[in-house]
Structures are given as C-alpha cells and as structure tokens.
C-alpha cells in the first residue's frame, strides 16, 4: 500500500502526485518508472517517475486522464492508498558529458523529461529544453525545468503562452542558432515521431522514451512489443529509451490504440456509474 | 536404476501396512480397473471457468488406492523429483487415514493440491509404476489419489503444518514466488531459517497464478498452499523486484545470508516473421496473464483482454493448450491449434490434448504460420500458413518438420496466441554482473546443490532450465534448500 501525500492539478486534466514508496526512491533512476494498480480489480498501468526525494522516502508522478484508470487515480485524495506500486523498471537513461543537449517535451511529457534534463545537467552538459503544450494550462513544470536548465523554451500551438508554434518550431530554433550533441524527446507518440524527424534532417542522434501498452513490465508479457531496427525490442525491459531514428513509428501508433474501442466502452461505462454515485 | 532412498523403504513393514497388503490377494487388487477421474460435460465446462476434472470420492479413492500393491521396490518413487513417499500415502488412503496421507505426501511436497492437478505424472511416477512396467495396464492413479488427499485435508479445514525446526533466526530470502521458490521455502523455513519470499507481481504464485487456467488449477487452491506456508512462518513480499527494487548489496546489508533464485522463464518468444507485431497478437503469456491474473474476462475488472471469433494458437504444448481452451470459454467460434509437427510429438499431456479435443478445439497439425495481415486499423484478419512434413530426428530425438513448397493456405483469424515457447527472464541475471550464464540466458549451477558462481546465490526451476514444469521446478527448490542450508551451516561453524 502506498499513500498519495500531496495531489496538485497543473490543469483540469493533469495532476502531480507525490506517493509514498521509500524503497523506489532510493533505488530509482533517470529513465525508469513504475507499474502502479489502484485496487483488487484494478488494471496495472506504467507511469514515468518525474522526481523523488530519498530522504523523505517519496515519488513524483505526473498523471493525465486517458481513461478509467487514470480518472480514478486523479479522484483518489491526499491520504489516500495506492494498493501496488512497483518499480523501479526499465533501463534508466545513458548520462554522459556529450556538450549540449535538447530536451523536448511535449504536453506531460515533460514530467518524464525533468529527470533527464536534471541527470544531464549533472552530468555537465549545457541543456537547452523546449516544453509545448496545446494551450497554456497544458504546459507543466516549467519552474523545475528552469531549474535544471540553461535555458527554457515554452510553445504553445494557440499562442497564449510563450511562442506560438509546436514544440518542433522550437527545437529548430535551437538547433539552427547553435550546434546541438543530443536531443531527447518525449511526449506523445506523433510528438515524438515529428520531433525526431527535425533532429533527424540535422543528424543529431536522438533518444525518445517510449510510453506502450504493458501489464506486468517485467518482461513477460510481450504487450509493450515494438520494432527497433527491425528487430522486437520489449520496452519494458530493454527500453523505455531508444534511439529515435529506428523506431517504427507506425507500427507504434498502430499498436498504441490496440485497444480504443474497449478504452471507450470502459471510459463511458466509468463516466456513468460516477454520475449514478452523483 | 537410481536408488530408492531410505524413509521410503522404512516404513514398509509396519504392522498396519503389513496387515493392510495381506488382507487381500494381489490377484484381487491388479483386477480392480483403473478409477476414472470424474468430468464435467465438455460441452458444459467449454463456457465456463469451473474446474474440469472433479476430484475422486472417497470410496473412489479408496478403491484406486486397493490397487496399489504395496511393491517390495515402489519403482513409481524414482520418478517423483520431490521424492514423496508414495506408497506409504496411498496406503493411508486405502485404510481410510485421509489427513495421514495428505501428512506424508506434505512431509517432502509443499505444494500437493496443486502437484495433484498438473503434474505430468503419466511420464513420470505412473509411468514408472509396477502396472506400468510390468502388468501392462494402466498405472494405479497417484496424480489423481495426491489430489484427493489434498483436497480432502483442505476441505476438512484441519490442514497440518511440517515439523519445523527451532528457528535459527537466519535470513534467507528467496527471489519469486513460482513453484520453484515455493519449494525452496518451504524447507528453508522447515530447516528453521527465517525465509522471506519476494514477488515482482502483486500476487504470490507466479505462473500457478497468471500461466495455469482456473479450470485446470483454481487461484483458491494456490492461495490455501500459501497460506500454510505463511503459518509455517515464511514472509511474503509483493511488488518487490530483487535487482531493481533493491539490489542482492542492499538485501546482503539487511543481513540475508544467502538467495535462492526461482525468477523463472519470464521472457516470451516469438516466430519474428512479418506481420507478427500486429494488433490482436498475443504471447500466450500476456493472454493468459490478462485472463488469469487481471481477470479480464469479467466486466468487473478494469484491465481488457481482445476477444476473437477465430482464434489461432501457435504451439503444441500446455501452456498452447491452456490458451486454445480459454480463447474457446472466451466464446471463440472456431478454436485452433497450429503445430509444425504431428500430435506424437506434442509436448502437451495427454490429458490436455484429449480434454481440448473434447471441447471441440481444431488441430491442424504438421503446419507453421510464415506470415499474418491485418485490416486497415492493424487488427491481424488472416494468417498464411505452410504444410509441413516430418523428416529426419533432430536434437530433441523428435522428427523435424520440413516446409512442404507450395502447399500455402490462408486462414481468417482475428486473434492469435503465440506459444512457441519462453526465454529466462533477464532482470536478475542482468543485475548481477559476475553471475555465470549460459548461452541461452540461463543461470549455470552446480547440479547438486544448485550453487550459481556467486556462493551465496542458488538458483533453480526454469531461471536454470530454461523451460520446463512445475514439479521439476520444486525438486531444484527443494535441492537449492539442501545446499543453502549445507552452505549456511559450513559458514557458521567456519566462524
């Protein structure tokens, strides 16, 4: 059982949790996340960790509501208990000095992000990040992203906060005005497929984190199975990072909404039983 | 022939077993027919989860136990890896001592309800078995009296814990909580070590809980074993991952003195051939976790399992049986199994192959997936399969399938489990870098006492086989306890 200390929403839709998991926050890395499960009858969903705090035995998790799961842990409160929380899982991020890095982030994206522009920041390296969002309210974390940063760029596709663009507008900014080592992108998958291609067209190696289906995340499943290089790459355990450029991007669209129609249903079954509770 | 270990031998001239086989004729007891293990209706059990086979009475039980003779040499105990005292059990059944028995076999298997029910012991104590061997007919039914006695002393309410030794207040952790780990602390705790189990899922029982079917192993049952085994005194940790939540460093620092590795077989293979990444194809391993595990068949549970009409699954053996079987209770219409050889080579039991074939599964033998295609959302619609033949013996001694050119057909399937079989799972292995492995990602031991490369780490089950059953599994257990405890003992007079 873990407890949710601290809930904050950024927007109507994305919240930032802190939880109670002492061993994980010690344990855990840039890059890796956690595989979490309500209660008894609840699905194991995988959520990147944003942050966490050793001493106070704590985990930062950003959350957006995509369905059931995610609607009922953003109406759980302060105190209280998440049934299972396991982790940390996947290979954390390769940190290393390489002179100056891009981070793009796009919508909550950013939250698994942070972690990596503070590891490479570290690291020594000079870290220029970009963090877009539809609108204003959709851009998270900017304070702890200006922290670890050189410097922050923020997009928003309507203009009403910093530039108006999407986030690969800003990434060319940066890439055009001076010389880029490395790029990292995460956010949603078309995101991610568009802002590897601008790095691509300038032969900037990329790492992109990818966010598939999985159930146990341990590596028996085979749900989160994507092809890298033309080779099926398991992001649980041999991922979540890879490099951008030999990712299937189709293939990973297509297999992202492997289950739409049964996320609908339950989605619109959840949204009624909640009203029937009103 | 290997030896039949001493306890066994022991206990057979007691008054009361000598009593028991003179008071009848051997003649009188080879001419009792083999009991038939009561079923439910296959067209019945093919739309629900319930269990197939029903369980013996008791004067079933008792009446299969009369045949047993009792033999001077029970060659059926050279085939049980954990070593139960078979005769001695079945004797207890037939004079009517039903906890007695469930009692002996608990003295040397931790697990007997569940051995009971999958246990291949058609190739192993029954085929070794006097009938067997000698008379020609069929082995008195040890699987199915282990499973009576279990189940009777379950239902009784009255189940008995081992003898357990004075307790040392030694730590030893054991990594996954399957048959093999299971095993393992059960003796670790019956020696007096303070064991500690740690699962990386959220419930213990590893692939009893989210591989075997409900109707072929209830989760209950698993959960009653468990249970006794926490009165036994062995902890149990969910949700901790032994190399990632904390290191074998952090857990050495917190005083345990030695592990045993049972991190099982967790790492599904595919075919790699085009099209196999599309939606609706599955690793049997992730379907039946879905369905097992995540309950996903019930509208209750939050977690979605994809359904299909037409269901392809790839593989001959029991975990290939188990998910044609649920995909058939999930309401497929047409239910398949596709195999590259011929059903003499199936590594599936009998039974399960039989009990499919009852529930109206298809079998197209001696043929091989090459290719899937999906519609135009990714959903796979069809798969081409290629005719096979059987040639010359391979590594394995069985014949190899080879392609026949021409024969492709198509077949329309919109779900597709992949069972061809797992791989270690590298999460351990890959956490400890001066750990010997083999080339095929499996932990190399010492085949007697189960020690790895790094002295206080055993290991054992399929992290070291690589593949195989559940019983086979426990017997490394049950080794790995052995040398943990031979290990432990050398270092504390050593100080």
């Known amino acids: 059982m873990n407890k949710i200390l601290e809930k904050e929403f950024f927007s109507a839709n994305v919240a930032k949790l802190i939880i109670e998991a002492p061993e994980i926050a010690k344990s855990r890395k840039a890059g890796h996340f956690v595989i979490i499960r309500l209660d008894e009858k609840g699905e194991r969903i995988p959520l990147t960790i944003a942050d966490s705090d050793p001493e106070k035995g704590t985990i930062m998790l950003v959350v957006q509501r995509v369905g059931v799961t995610t609607a009922k842990l953003l109406a759980m409160n302060e105190g209280d208990k998440i049934l299972d929380v396991v982790g940390p899982l996947g290979k954390a991020t390769h940190i290393e000095k390489v002179g100056t890095v891009l981070c793009a982030g796009g919508g909550v994206g950013a939250a698994p992000l942070l972690p990596i522009v503070k590891a490479f920041k570290e690291a020594g390296n000079r870290v220029i990040s970009v963090i877009a969002g539809r609108t204003k309210e959709l851009v998270i974390l900017e304070d702890e992203m200006r922290e670890y940063s050189d410097e922050v760029i923020v997009m928003t596709d309507d203009g009403s906060y910093g530039k108006k663009g999407l986030v690969t507008a800003g990434m060319e900014e940066v890439i055009q005005r001076e010389k880029v080592n490395k790029a990292v992108v995460i956010g949603p998958a078309i995101m991610m497929k568009f802002g590897s291609l601008t790095t691509k067209k300038y032969n900037i190696p990329t790492d992109v984190s990818l966010n598939t289906i999985m159930v146990d995340g341990t590596g028996m499943c085979g749900a989160c199975r994507i092809s890298i290089g033309g080779k099926t790459k398991f992001v649980c355990v041999d991922g979540p990072e890879f490099d951008a450029f030999q990712v299937d991007w189709d293939q990973m669209l297509m297999r992202m909404g492997a289950y739409k129609k049964e996320e609908r249903e339950a989605y619109e079954r959840y949204l009624k039983t909640v009203e029937s509770v009103k | ?495």
């Open chain 2, 1 to 495: 022939m290997e030896k039949i270990a001493e306890y066994i031998k022991k206990g057979r001239p007691d008054a009361w077993r000598t009593e028991l086989r003179k008071s009848k004729k051997a003649k009188e007891r080879t001419s009792i027919e083999r009991v038939k293990m009561p079923e439910q209706d296959p067209a019945i059990r093919a739309t629900n989860s319930l269990e197939v086979n029903l369980g013996l009475t008791e004067d079933m039980a008792v009446l299969e136990a009369t045949r047993c003779l009792d033999c001077p040499e029970p060659t059926c105990t050279i085939g049980c890896p954990v070593g139960i005292d078979i005769p001695h059990f079945i004797k207890k059944i037939e004079s009517h001592d039903f906890l007695g028995a469930a009692k002996v076999i608990k003295q040397t298997n931790a697990l007997p309800a569940v051995c009971g029910r999958v246990c291949p012991q058609e190739k192993q104590c029954e085929l070794q078995c006097f009938y067997n061997q000698k008379l020609k007919k069929p082995a008195v039914a040890i699987g199915n009296l282990e499973r009576f006695a279990a189940d009777y002393e379950r239902n009784s309410g009255k189940m008995s814990i081992p003898e357990i030794a004075e307790s040392n207040g030694i730590k030893v952790a054991v990594v996954g909580s399957g048959p093999a780990g299971l095993a393992a602390a059960g003796d670790l705790a019956k020696f007096g070590y303070d064991v500690t189990v740690f699962e990386a899922l959220h419930e213990i029982g590893g692939v009893l809980k989210y591989g075997i079917p409900e109707f072929r192993l209830p989760n209950e049952i698993v959960d009653v074993e468990i249970e006794n085994m926490r009165k036994m005194g062995v902890k149990f940790r969910t949700d901790f991952i032994v190399g990632k939540t904390a290191s074998f460093e952090d857990l050495r620092a917190e005083g345990y003195q030695a592990f045993f590795v049972g991190s099982g077989a967790g790492l599904p293979r595919f075919m790699n051939i085009p099209g196999e990444n599309y939606n609706g194809i599955f690793s049997s391993n992730e379907y039946l976790t879905r369905v097992n595990l995540m309950k996903a068949s019930s509208e209750e549970y939050d977690t979605p399992v994809l359904k299909g009409k037409n269901v392809a699954v790839i593989g001959g053996g029991n975990t290939a049986m188990d998910s044609v079987r649920t995909a058939k209770r999930l309401g497929a219409e047409r239910a398949m199994i596709v195999y590259r050889r011929s059903i003499q080579e199936m590594p599936a039991r009998v039974e399960e192959v039989h009990h499919a074939q009852e529930e109206g599964v298809e079998f197209l033998n001696l043929h091989n997936p090459i290719e899937y295609f999906a519609d135009e959302n990714g959903r796979v619609n069809k798969m081409r399969v290629q005719k096979m033949e059987l040639g010359e013996p391979d590594a394995s001694g069985r014949r190899r399938p080879v392609p026949i050119e021409g024969s492709e057909f198509d077949i329309d399937v919109d779900l597709v489990i992949v069972a061809v079989g797992v791989s270690p799972n590298p999460i351990v292995p890959s956490s400890l870098k001066d750990l010997e492995m083999t080339g095929w990602g499996t932990i190399v031991v010492d085949k007697e006492t189960m020690q790895s490369s790094i002295p206080d780490i055993f290991a054992g089950g399929d992290i070291v086989r690589g593949g195989a059953t559940v019983i086979l599994a426990m017997g490394d257990g049950r080794k790995a306890a052995a040398g943990i405890n031979k290990y432990i003992q050398e270092k504390v007079k050593a100080n």
